[in-house]
Every structure is written in C-alpha cells, then in structure tokens.
C-alpha cells in the first residue's frame, strides 16, 4: 500500500533535517543568521560600549615609551595596581607563570601592590600540549588547585571535557597567594574562528571548577564569592542580584564592541581604552568604581579573538565583552528545545496540512504566510527577549515539507490531468478535453444531478444485416458509420457517453455554460447525423455495398451524472428517467415509421431557436414502457428552407 503524501514527505523532511545537521548546514546558517542580527542592531544603535568598563592596554604607544613588553619591570604593574587602587576590581590578562630572575625584588612589590589592591584577578592558561612536569610543577600545580572550589555536582557541565590537570599553568607561587581570584584566559572559537560563546566554567580531571577570567572578574566587581555565582547552574549565573543564562555553563555573547584603538574597523561601540603609560600617570579617580582589564593591543600580538562584529578584537578587548555580558547588556539565551521544537513543528506540519486538503496554488500562499508568521515569531522573541532561535533548522524543515508536498501535489495533479484527458478524450470534443483538465471541477466525477439532453441512435435492420454481409464488410461499414456519428456529437459539443452495439448515446450539458441550450444542441445533431448518413450512404452504394436506416430519439431533464463503474473500469455517463425516456423514444421511431422523435420538453425548448433548421410535427401521445401517463412527442425533419449552422445553436 503506497503511504500518503503527508507520510512520504514527513519522512523526507526528517531526513533533510538529519543530512543538514550532519554536515553542519543548519549549523552554518545559524551562524550567520545570528551574526546578520547582531550587525543589524549595531548599526541600528549607537548605544555606547559600558563606560564601567575599561582597558587598560599595553598598545603600540606604551610599547614606544616603556620598550618591548617582555623588558617590563614588573614594579610597572605594581606601579599600576597603585594607581588602579579606586578601582572595583583589576583583571591581568597576562600570564605571569614564572617569577622575574633577574629581579627578584619586582616580584615581591608586585605581589604586595596585588595584595594591598585586594580586587585583583589574575589570569591563567593551559597547555595545548602536555609536556613532562617535576615535582616542583606538579606541588605547584596541587598548590593551585588548592585554590580552586570542588564541583558542587560532578555532573555538572558535563557537556564540555574535563581539563587534564597536568596541562594547567598557573602564576607563580607569589602570586598566587596574593590574588583575590584565579580565572583562565583561554577561549574557544567556533569552527569558522568566529568567538560567539565562552565556557565561564570548566572542570578538571580531579573535579575542581576553572573558572573565566572575565567571570571572576564580574564576581570581584560585584562582591560575590564563585560558589555564589554558581547558585543557579548549570543554567544560569547569579551576579549582584542578576541573573544570567548559561546552560552548561556556556554564555552565549550579544556582541556589541568593536577595538577601541581602531575606530574606523568593525562595527558597534568602541571598548573604553587606555594606554598602559598613561594610566600609569593618571588620577586615581579616574578609575573609581570602574572594573579595568589589562592586556596587550599592541601590533603584532597573537591574542586576537574575531567575533561578528570586528575581525581583530584583542583578547583583552573580547574579555570586557564578555563582562559587559555578564553585568551590563541584555542576557542572551538560546532558545528552550520545548519552543525550538514547537517552531520546527509548525514548520513542517502547516505545509503538510495545507498541501493536503487545498490546492497547490492556495497552500502555497498559505504556506507562505505561516513562513512570514513564523519569521515574525523568531524576529519577536530575538529583539525582544533576546531568545536566539535555531533559524536554520525552522527554514530546513518548512523549506523541505513544503517542496516535497508541493512537488507531491504538483506530479499528482499532473497525473489527475493525464487521467481526465485519457479518460475524456474517448468521448469529449478535443476543446472540452482541454476545458476540462485546466478546469477539473468540471468532470463532476463524484457524481451530480443536472440537467442534460439525451440523444440515442440506432440502425434499423442491424441484426439481419450483420447476418447477411461478411464481417470485414460489417467491420468497415460500422467504422465508418461511427466515425461520422461522433464526429456529430463532438460538432455539438456533446458527450460521447457510449456505443452499446450499434446504437449510439451522446449527452448535450455536461461542461458546457449555463446559458447553453440543451435541446437546441441534441436536435441539430440529430439531423446533421442524418446529414452525414446520407453522404455515407451515398458512398456505400456506389461501391454496392447496402445503406443503414436510422431511428434517433431525443429527450432533456434532470439526470446523474459522472464517472460511475469500478476501480477497473468506469465510464462517464448518465443515470435516471431522463436517459430511459430518451431510450423509449428513439425505440418508438420504429412504431411511428419516423426517423426522429424529440419529447414535449425538448420541441419546447429547442423549436423557437431551430426555426430555420428544424420543423416539429407532433404526433400526439404515446404510451412509454415505464410511463404510467402518455408522452407527447414530435417528428423533427429537416425544415425545407434551412440554413446551414455547422457548429449548432448555444
């Protein structure tokens, strides 16, 4: 048993929807979709980057005045530190990992400037690569861990792997016990190198929390311990009475900064910056209550992180994002698979619906109208409640049940018309044919009741002749003769309802316009059968072969028509009194010795448009088999002063 439609194209769509996901189609697409909305909106507003937030960077400028970054005396962060002492909290996104040989005593200032700041977050990494550790590194490295909080659950972000404990590299020993917090400044990009999230928690092999540095940076700025800030994992944060989501812990960026020492690059708001060399001869003031991020901007620096908005973000520039994220901009949160589903549903269910109870053309307007509603729907929850929504996956489901139903429906129709034309072209003119397929509602196959005129011929003498001729001769004649009479029928635009023998059934009504005279049409074929039987008697005897005789009857009214039959074998026709009466009076030719009898209803409706072609003569009532009361009936001849109408009245 063949599967509906429906069924067939929800399978295609779920395998559409699998491919796509599988060689990273929808994947992609979201992706840029998301990175179009966000251009958009920075275009669209000029709202400046958080002015809370700053970067203090050790650009091409500072480089100029102090020398080569790894020349920096350490006393130059101390130095900073002093002048940041207003500050809600300094975040060093350098990597100290080994303590200065040269000057050991930098060292020992530098850990007391970070002490005596008490707000200081200090970065670490890891490495890519394991490498063999002493026994000095691994203490170190348990020393470190030291300082780390236990994973509340074990179960926790489990969607990411736990780091390898061996690959952490965190600050010397000094520093480390002088700093408020510890966070990594390791990111990952997405596959196309593009950073649109942040891990803000991961979790060693032994079970500790590794935290981001721009988390624990927001965590010093506000005054709240990790485990605090970790209250509502693994689905969101909690920061100063805010809330924000990070599934996994996972935080989905709203990108909005661009580099704030390359004003002409990028889109959005340049991020606050200031020089390292200038900070350090600045007011402290300046920098009360501000949460400031130190790193290199500098030329030629490898620490770039591309994001939608600006190609050559620094790291430490992408930090302050990332902390605007978490205490300034709007939240932003994938959209909840429960909704994403319901979307995807609606995607592909509304095609399916609509392709299966209207026609192509209607349910691909509507189609396109619950795409634009869907759209709308995903717009709405992206501007508004910062809900990012799968677009890809919505447009791959509506896109593939909609073209697999809409070529489904369209290859159904086209076989619906090549069935109508095999099915008609039997017994409808060629024009009707075509009428017909463009318009299929005419076919009325399921069945009606209208009004039609039912014509019936028969050859007077079949039987006998059939018996007296040889049946090549009979074959030939019958061809001939049945040629002419359909091509009558179809002269007056008629059916062709049937031959049963030698007798033939034609209907005037079915396809044609309402204002079409019924009557009018069977009696003009009627006499133009005649017209045509007497050109091809003319022929047979020439060749000596005998004339055919006919009897023709003709009766108009109510009927059922359509295509009645079985699944192997159906014929358009009629049913009912009108067609059974039709029959009786092409029998009653033979009782009256007259070649056309027509009914009362037919002479009444047809004679006044026949004047010129046709004369009625009645000849009063007959009793009809069937009939409980007589039937009045008329002789229709040829009228002696007629004019020729080929293609009939209307």
């Not at 099915?423 to 044919?433: C, K, T």
């Given at each position: 048993?063949?599967?509906?439609?429906?069924?067939?194209?929800?399978?295609?769509?779920?395998?559409?929807?699998?491919?796509?996901?599988?060689?990273?189609?929808?994947?992609?697409?979201?992706?840029?979709?998301?990175?179009?909305?966000?251009?958009?909106?920075?275009?669209?507003?000029?709202?400046?980057?958080?002015?809370?937030?700053?970067?203090?960077?050790?650009?091409?400028?500072?480089?100029?005045?102090?020398?080569?970054?790894?020349?920096?005396?350490?006393?130059?962060?101390?130095?900073?530190?002093?002048?940041?002492?207003?500050?809600?909290?300094?975040?060093?996104?350098?990597?100290?990992?080994?303590?200065?040989?040269?000057?050991?005593?930098?060292?020992?200032?530098?850990?007391?400037?970070?002490?005596?700041?008490?707000?200081?977050?200090?970065?670490?990494?890891?490495?890519?690569?394991?490498?063999?550790?002493?026994?000095?590194?691994?203490?170190?490295?348990?020393?470190?861990?030291?300082?780390?909080?236990?994973?509340?659950?074990?179960?926790?972000?489990?969607?990411?792997?736990?780091?390898?404990?061996?690959?952490?590299?965190?600050?010397?020993?000094?520093?480390?016990?002088?700093?408020?917090?510890?966070?990594?400044?390791?990111?990952?990009?997405?596959?196309?190198?593009?950073?649109?999230?942040?891990?803000?928690?991961?979790?060693?092999?032994?079970?500790?929390?590794?935290?981001?540095?721009?988390?624990?940076?927001?965590?010093?700025?506000?005054?709240?311990?990790?485990?605090?800030?970790?209250?509502?994992?693994?689905?969101?944060?909690?920061?100063?009475?805010?809330?924000?989501?990070?599934?996994?812990?996972?935080?989905?960026?709203?990108?909005?900064?661009?580099?704030?020492?390359?004003?002409?690059?990028?889109?959005?708001?340049?991020?606050?910056?200031?020089?390292?060399?200038?900070?350090?001869?600045?007011?402290?003031?300046?920098?009360?209550d501000k949460i400031v991020l130190v790193g290199e901007t500098a030329a030629g620096t490898t620490d770039v992180r591309p994001t939608p908005l600006d190609s050559g973000l620094r790291g430490v520039e992408f930090n302050a994002e990332i902390v605007a994220n978490l205490l300034a901009?709007?939240?932003?949160?994938?959209?909840?698979?429960?909704?994403?589903?319901?979307?995807?549903?609606?995607?592909?269910?509304?095609?399916?619906?609509?392709?299966?109870?209207?026609?192509?053309?209607?349910?691909?307007?509507?189609?396109?109208?619950?795409?634009?509603?869907?759209?709308?729907?995903?717009?709405?929850?992206?501007?508004?409640?910062?809900?990012?929504?799968?677009?890809?996956?919505?447009?791959?489901?509506?896109?593939?049940?909609?073209?697999?139903?809409?070529?489904?429906?369209?290859?159904?129709?086209?076989?619906?018309?090549?069935?109508?034309?095999?099915?008609?072209?039997?017994?409808?003119?060629?024009?009707?044919?075509?009428?017909?397929?463009?318009?299929?509602?005419?076919?009325?196959?399921?069945?009606?009741?209208?009004?039609?005129?039912?014509?019936?011929?028969?050859?007077?003498?079949?039987?006998?002749?059939?018996?007296?001729?040889?049946?090549?001769?009979?074959?030939?004649?019958?061809?001939?003769?049945?040629?002419?009479?359909?091509?009558?029928?179809?002269?007056?635009?008629?059916?062709?309802d049937k031959f049963i023998g030698d007798e033939v059934m034609a209907l005037f009504g079915p396809f044609l316009p309402e204002d079409a005279n019924h009557s009018a049409l069977a009696v003009a074929c009627g006499l133009n059968m005649q017209d045509r039987l007497e050109q091809l008697?003319?022929?047979?005897?020439?060749?000596?072969?005998?004339?055919?005789?006919?009897?023709?009857?003709?009766?108009?009214?109510e009927a059922i028509v359509g295509n009645i039959g079985t699944a192997r074998r159906e014929q358009f026709t009629a049913l009912g009194d009108t067609v059974n009466l039709g029959s009786r009076l092409q029998s009653a030719t033979k009782e009256l010795s007259a070649v056309f009898l027509?009914?009362?209803?037919?002479?009444?409706?047809?004679?006044?448009?026949?004047?010129?072609?046709?004369?009625?003569?009645?000849?009063?009532?007959?009793?009809?088999?069937?009939?409980?009361?007589?039937?009045?009936?008329?002789?229709?001849?040829?009228?002696?002063?007629?004019?020729?109408?080929?293609?009939?009245?209307?």
């Amino acid at each position: 048993m063949t599967p509906p439609l429906w069924l067939r194209a929800l399978g295609v769509t779920l395998a559409t929807l699998v491919v796509a996901s599988a060689v990273g189609l929808t994947t992609g697409l979201d992706r840029w979709l998301t990175d179009q909305h966000w251009r958009w909106k920075a275009r669209a507003t000029a709202a400046p980057f958080p002015q809370r937030i700053l970067v203090v960077a050790v650009d091409d400028a500072s480089v100029q005045e102090l020398g080569r970054l790894s020349n920096w005396r350490r006393t130059l962060y101390a130095r900073l530190l002093g002048t940041l002492r207003h500050a809600d909290a300094v975040a060093l996104d350098l990597v100290f990992a080994e303590p200065d040989t040269r000057y050991p005593e930098d060292d020992a200032a530098f850990s007391l400037a970070i002490r005596e700041h008490g707000r200081v977050v200090l970065g670490f990494n890891q490495w890519k690569d394991l490498r063999p550790l002493g026994s000095a590194e691994l203490g170190h490295i348990q020393d470190f861990q030291q300082r780390l909080d236990s994973a509340p659950d074990p179960s926790l972000w489990s969607a990411l792997p736990p780091v390898n404990d061996a690959a952490l590299q965190p600050p010397f020993a000094a520093l480390l016990k002088a700093a408020l917090a510890l966070g990594s400044v390791d990111v990952e990009a997405d596959g196309d190198g593009v950073h649109r999230r942040v891990a803000l928690v991961r979790m060693t092999q032994s079970g500790k929390v590794l935290p981001h540095l721009a988390l624990m940076t927001a965590c010093a700025a506000e005054g709240v311990s990790l485990k605090e800030a970790l209250a509502g994992a693994p689905d969101a944060l909690s920061l100063g009475g805010r809330k924000v989501p990070a599934p996994d812990g996972v935080l989905l960026l709203q990108p909005s900064a661009r580099s704030g020492s390359r004003y002409a690059q990028g889109e959005g708001a340049p991020v606050p910056t200031m020089s390292f060399h200038q900070a350090l001869r600045a007011d402290p003031e300046a920098f009360r209550d501000k949460i400031v991020l130190v790193g290199e901007t500098a030329a030629g620096t490898t620490d770039v992180r591309p994001t939608p908005l600006d190609s050559g973000l620094r790291g430490v520039e992408f930090n302050a994002e990332i902390v605007a994220n978490l205490l300034a901009v709007t939240p932003v949160a994938p959209l909840g698979a429960g909704a994403q589903w319901a979307l995807v549903l609606v995607a592909a269910g509304a095609p399916l619906l609509l392709y299966s109870r209207f026609p192509p053309g209607r349910a691909s307007f509507s189609a396109a109208a619950v795409l634009v509603l869907l759209l709308g729907a995903m717009e709405l929850l992206f501007w508004t409640a910062r809900l990012v929504p799968g677009w890809a996956t919505v447009l791959t489901a509506f896109l593939a049940a909609t073209v697999t139903m809409g070529l489904q429906r369209l290859a159904e129709e086209e076989a619906q018309k090549r069935r109508l034309r095999e099915s008609f072209s039997r017994y409808v003119p060629p024009a009707l044919v075509d009428q017909i397929v463009d318009e299929p509602e005419l076919a009325r196959q399921e069945g009606t009741r209208c009004r039609v005129a039912v014509l019936f011929s028969d050859i007077r003498g079949f039987t006998s002749y059939s018996e007296q001729q040889p049946p090549e001769v009979v074959v030939r004649q019958m061809r001939q003769y049945l040629d002419e009479m359909s091509g009558s029928v179809d002269q007056f635009r008629g059916v062709l309802d049937k031959f049963i023998g030698d007798e033939v059934m034609a209907l005037f009504g079915p396809f044609l316009p309402e204002d079409a005279n019924h009557s009018a049409l069977a009696v003009a074929c009627g006499l133009n059968m005649q017209d045509r039987l007497e050109q091809l008697n003319k022929l047979w005897m020439a060749e000596g072969l005998p004339p055919f005789k006919v009897g023709i009857g003709a009766h108009v009214g109510e009927a059922i028509v359509g295509n009645i039959g079985t699944a192997r074998r159906e014929q358009f026709t009629a049913l009912g009194d009108t067609v059974n009466l039709g029959s009786r009076l092409q029998s009653a030719t033979k009782e009256l010795s007259a070649v056309f009898l027509v009914s009362e209803a037919v002479f009444q409706e047809g004679a006044p448009q026949l004047s010129a072609l046709a004369e009625f003569i009645d000849r009063g009532e007959i009793a009809v088999r069937g009939k409980e009361q007589p039937v009045r009936v008329y002789e229709v001849r040829r009228a002696s002063t007629r004019k020729e109408q080929p293609d009939g009245p209307r």
